[in-house]
């Protein structure tokens, strides 16, 4: 998958989480080796000059190729195949929040994808606020709402890497739609729930791009069970995990805090 369009931007990047991965699968991002070039020698004298170039660090439109290619069809891109999925990708717009919980600094990124079959997928990326880019917004006041009680719960599963084990009163399923729940529907107010042309009406949200690409390693993915779920929307299938990047058109990325006039706002922290 590569980027769109000449001038891009990225919303999001986790240099951790893309060294970890590269190293895990030997997958080479160091810098390109320092080169020595002769400029001229004179025969029989043997004289000349070199210049000896140092290092240059990849660039993360670099560093995102080699990592796309070395994963390669790891990454899943239509959620036609069964789980479990390691690694995902696409194209759609990609909502921007605080994670309320307990630890500071987090923040949750939403996406909504329609397989090619049909299928419905929430797909929640779970990541740090250092890693979003400024002009996103991330330090911008936000307004507040509902927040969820199964925050530590999913707080300490996301620790576990979304292990079945670390489950105490949960199963994969519910505690998939409490993720799902974080991702999309936190910060709601009854008044900000009827107003769908506008998001930036929901609480801890601080921003979004639309057409932007995001690539992340998925630590959950699971199936509902279709007679035991009647959720507010629809949904076949939540994967949850952590984001590596989201690169978006440079005129894609909204910032919320322009939309929002006469609302109660203070600084999330």
């Known amino acids: 998958m590569g980027e769109r369009g000449e001038s891009v931007r990225y919303a999001y990047w986790s240099d951790r989480t893309v060294r970890s991965i590269a190293n895990d699968g030997g997958i080479n991002i160091n810098p390109l080796w320092k080169t020595k070039v002769s400029l001229f020698k004179i025969p029989v004298v043997q004289t000349g000059i070199e210049v000896e ?21 790891l990454a899943v891109e239509d959620f036609v195949t069964p789980p479990p999925t390691r690694y995902a990708r696409g194209v759609g717009r990609v909502e921007f929040s ?26 929640c990326l779970f990541g740090s606020r250092d890693n979003v880019a400024g002009f996103m917004g991330p330090l911008d006041p936000v307004a507040g709402g509902w927040s969820s009680s199964s925050m ?22 519910s505690i998939s739609v409490e993720a799902m729940k974080i991702a999309f529907d936190q910060g709601f107010t009854q008044e900000s729930r009827e107003a769908t042309d506008r998001p930036w009406m929901r609480g801890y949200t601080f921003g979004d791009a639309t057409d932007s690409e995001w690539f992340a390693e998925i630590h959950s993915d699971v199936v509902l069970d279709k007679d035991r779920w009647s959720l ?10 952590a984001p590596l990047w989201v690169r978006t058109p440079r005129a894609a990325a909204r910032r919320y805090r322009d939309f929002r006039t006469g609302e109660k706002v203070r600084r999330y922290e």
């Open 152 to 173: 530590w719960s999913v707080r300490e599963w996301l620790a576990a890497r979304c292990a079945e084990t670390s489950l105490r009163h949960d199963d994969m399923q």
């Open 232 to 241: 507010d929307e629809p949904v076949d299938r939540i994967v949850v995990g």
């Open 98 to 123: 605080h994670f309320v919980c307990e630890e500071q600094k987090r923040v949750v990124l939403g996406v909504r994808s329609i397989a090619s079959d049909g299928t419905r997928v929430a797909v």
């Open 53 to 73: 170039r140092e290092p240059r660090t990849l660039h993360r439109k670099e560093i995102a190729s080699r990592i796309e290619r070395g994963i390669g069809d």
